[in-house]
């Protein structure tokens, strides 16, 4: 009887295990999983579990009794510590050996980590795990002077979350706006401008270089006053594994199309893969949600050899006080020439279109909603669109 492993018991991982099962696969399978509860979605870490609206029990992928049920081996607390391609096994921290005949890695991410004196502290927080977002709730109930490291996704939705709880929040970031890197100048300084709306004091082109109590120092010597200090720089792939394996590893784990590694019988999908896109063109890694929701599966059936392309178009979401948005592409600085706008930027009520040599390479609906598949189709069309009609509000999106 075949035997699958997963190794990292994530939404992917999770999501995996049950397409196995749906796809009538009746081997062992195997989800190795280093936390010591079982998988969880990440998203309402820093927003709605985070904010306190939603329950522990709405985070999770599975009901408890669900793996037993479905003949998945869940072993939480355990650490895949080594892969041996040789005889097809992985180890792991309870010194297990487990044989597999496809093994699929959705180890995940970490959260990148800052190093300078202070950083060490106990109010030094990062938000990864149920744990990090339990233990920044207490903190933020307690209406402390917060300063968050970055201006990207997790620390604009983090400082949000503090603000709902009354907390003064400076953020530093060493580009010189908000989302710099994740969606551009332009749309970064509408969310720089609502967080200002909302009382947030921004300081960009500085970073942290200590951390006293009560006290940051940043790069440009300014003392800001801080009772904590919450960091949100990103996040780097857990492909320590793969690597140590002899796997090809480049900012993640490099698969193909399939999701396969260089080794044709392991894959790897979620936060940790670096996939090509044939979609794209290129090899992407992308650490949202729906990469791991639909990556997990898609790895999942490329493993009983079915005929898989992955090729998405990338898909993320936030909700930050009153504005709720999608966005579809990747529309970062130097990947696009013309950004236009269909609705009223400053009401908050619109979508944003990318466009590279008169095609749309990304969009973004903020507080529109049921749009989000047009938009994906326009992407993946690759067709030239008449900015005019783009932008036209009167011209349904299917019929550009």
């Known amino acids: 009887m075949p035997t699958f492993v997963i190794a990292g018991a994530s939404?992917?991982?999770?999501?995996?295990?049950?397409?196995?099962?749906?796809?009538?696969?009746?081997?062992?399978?195997?989800?190795?999983?280093?936390?010591?509860?079982?998988?969880?979605?990440?998203?309402?870490?820093?927003?709605?579990?985070?904010?306190?609206?939603?329950?522990?029990?709405?985070?999770?992928?599975?009901?408890?009794?669900?793996?037993?049920?479905?003949?998945?081996?869940?072993?939480?607390?355990?650490?895949?510590?080594?892969?041996?391609?040789?005889?097809?096994a992985v180890i792991t921290s309870d010194d297990s050996t487990f044989h597999y005949d496809k093994l699929l890695l959705t180890t995940g991410a970490s959260p990148r980590r800052l190093s300078f004196p202070g950083s060490d502290r106990d109010e030094v927080l990062y938000l990864r795990t149920t744990a990090d977002s339990e233990r920044l709730r207490a903190a933020f109930q307690a209406g402390p002077r917060v300063v968050v490291a970055g201006a990207g996704w997790i620390g604009l939705e983090t400082t949000a979350a503090a603000r709902s709880y009354g907390c003064p929040v400076t953020v530093l970031e060493p580009q010189p706006g908000a989302l710099q890197e994740q969606l551009g100048p332009e749309l970064g300084a509408v969310f720089a401008d609502l967080h200002r709306s909302h009382g947030v004091d921004f300081?960009?082109?500085?970073?942290?270089?200590?951390?006293?109590?009560?006290?940051?120092?940043?790069?440009?010597?300014?003392?800001?006053?801080?009772?904590?200090?919450?960091?949100?720089?990103?996040?780097?792939?857990?492909?320590?594994?793969?690597?140590?394996?002899?796997?090809?590893?480049?900012?993640g784990v490099l698969t193909d199309e399939y999701l396969r590694t260089s080794d044709e019988n392991i894959f790897a999908a979620g936060d940790v893969a670096n996939s090509f896109n044939p979609l794209l063109g290129r090899q992407v890694r992308v650490e949202h949600w729906a990469n791991a929701l639909n990556g997990g599966p898609a790895a999942a059936r490329s493993m009983l050899g079915q005929p898989v392309v992955y090729d998405p178009v990338p898909y993320f979401y936030s909700d930050q006080y009153d504005l709720g948005m999608e966005c579809a592409g990747l529309p970062s600085p130097g990947r696009y020439d013309q950004v236009v706008y269909r609705g009223d930027r400053d009401s908050l009520e619109f979508i944003a279109f990318w466009l590279l040599r008169g095609a749309v390479i990304a969009g973004m609906n903020v507080n529109v909603w049921d749009v989000n598949d047009d938009i994906q189709s326009l992407i993946r069309s690759a067709r030239q669109v008449d900015p005019t009609r783009l932008t036209n509000p009167e011209i349904p999106l299917p019929d550009l």
């Open 11 to 88: 939404l992917a991982g999770a999501k995996a295990a049950e397409t196995l099962r749906d796809e009538g696969f009746d081997g062992q399978v195997v989800l190795l999983g280093a936390e010591p509860e079982r998988p969880y979605e990440r998203p309402p870490l820093s927003k709605g579990y985070l904010l306190g609206n939603d329950a522990l029990d709405s985070v999770y992928v599975h009901p408890v009794e669900w793996y037993a049920e479905h003949g998945v081996d869940l072993r939480m607390g355990v650490t895949v510590t080594g892969i041996d391609r040789g005889v097809a």
């Open 203 to 251: 300081r960009f082109g500085e970073r942290a270089v200590e951390f006293r109590p009560g006290m940051v120092i940043t790069s440009a010597g300014a003392e800001v006053p801080a009772d904590l200090f919450v960091v949100g720089i990103g996040a780097a792939p857990n492909d320590q594994l793969a690597a140590a394996a002899g796997l090809e590893v480049d900012n």
